[in-house]
């Protein structure tokens, strides 16, 4: 990092309820579905035991399981004063919308719980802090407003030093496509195994599941290598491998630039490809999405000229197949591709964790 | 674009002085040399008739012409006070350091250029505006501070759509070999041949010369393909080819994700790949460059997956060698790779004009 840049490191975790007591009610209204709220949903999976509602008057009255196939019995409920009656401490703002601006409806939520004296909690790009009737309100009621997605102060361009121990990255074929559900389960896998994994969270989501991390795709755009070298190091302290959630996709024509500034930036010493089988071109874009086995190439030549770096693995995400499809599926990209797949979520990640486990023999 | 992002276009031109007329102070002090103070080299180049003093008191007293070999009895001076009596209405911080931060001389000056009645135009990633005292004083004494690397608000995601024209985009294999340079002097070049060119600034010093542009490398980094989509597609407007100036390179760890970034959001019909021979390595990393012609494949693969863009051409930047060595490097780029090459500064743009020309025919 640039010398004057020495101050910027993750950031800190900064509510006053510890991370694994935290009591959050999650607005997810009109998207509380596998591929809608992805702050909620994963919050769901990761930190279930600290999710007391969401709220999707769409789905009330209902639970986490029958909306998304896990998350057992956590209630969905219709507004945010049934929420209440579960007796949260934050409201989590669940939404993960393309270009993160907050909607009228969630700003009103916001100021609601902030009124009924609960810290907020926001992943979008506009900042809650900035919202002047919001940033008042939470001043005068006492509670914390967490911008999960403002970047640490002093970030600066990257030294190109590397990581301190292997690095594996998840990437993917588009937008959730599951690089955070991989990167999770791969860390928990190689934790359960007795390895010192690290999480290295590089989105809203992550970081409110781990509590810290750097929003990558939200800093300077200079700076996007730095910030990935900066939170892989940081993250690396006393780690035997760091487990890096990637952003966006190479294939992408709006966030190309932060998954490749990630790769430059934090030069990851493999890949686990990330897909979701039945997603034929990138959403929302002309971009066809080509063959596993091609798509991999791309990705091992995409820092060619500063480091070339294998994919070890293929993470699918099946949640829209059947079982029999999602295990032919599995089977295929593997066969494809030449390389261990699993879907961690549905098959367990013992094999995406056995290629990290040989990545990091042979680094 | 994101349709909340609407309002995102090129910054507009700030100063109460038409561009043309502008009577410029610039501090390069130190560093007024051709691969050291960049803003202030290309101003004197590209804006000669508006440059009144350079301050450098480590060359004062001297002329543009000796420091840089052009520029002509544009003076170098020692100090601010010497360059006042020149009559300046604008002083422009003429540096652009890796990480972008102001010094505190640079600072000092700031403010006594304020007190002395000048504009102050900076090209940093810091705010001049942000600093408590420097924008107190320009308030007080009525003087514009323009912030040239401020990206516009409003800014989004791409779309994907591409330009209503063809775009050729000038790319490099490292900072500061010559993208912009190589973009005006093919600007130039199209308009004394005719053709609506359009020159697409996308960092400070070319929007201090142009007076509009984005400065794409200090967006959010979600939004470096947006802001390349829409500086590109402002540009265009009634124009037959725009020429954008690339950031970074693909080989530098610190950028590369801008690089890219902007090849997915402006898609362009080719490169005009920009080298300076006698660097070997990325400077300031263990980089090495490889041979053109390798380089050239490494480009037209950045973004394989979104499209296939072929590099049409070779500027090199010979400042460094003799006439010989120079008209030898020119015609070894040519050989290597297959394509028209030349230093436009040295020895005219025509082949480089020539095969931007060829691209707009078969686009």
Redesign the interface.
Known sequence: M?S??AAGGRSAYPLPVPLGARRMAILAEGCFSPLGAKTAVCLVRYASSEVVAVIDSTLAPSTAERALGFGGAIPVVASLVEALARGPDILVLGTAP????MASSERAAALEAIEAGLHVASGM?EFLADDAAVSAAARRRGVVLWDARRPPDGL?????AGASCPVVMTVGSDCNTGKMTAAMEIHLGLLRAGVRSGFAASGQTGIMIAGTGIP???????F???AA?RLVAETAHERDVVILEGQGS????????????????A?PSGYVLCHQPTRERVR????PI?PLAE?AR?YE?A????GRIPVVAVALNTFDLGDEAARAAVARASRETGLPAADPVRFGAAPLVEAVLETMRRS
């Open positions: 640039e004057e840049g393309r270009g993160g601006r790009h600066g361009v990257s030294s190109g990558v795709d939200r800093v300077v755009a200079d996007i290598g730095g070298e190479i294939l992408h024509p709006g966030y190309a630039g932060v998954t490749h500034g990630m790769i430059a930036g030069i929302g874009y002309d971009v080509p798509l791309l030549r820092a060619a000229g500063i």
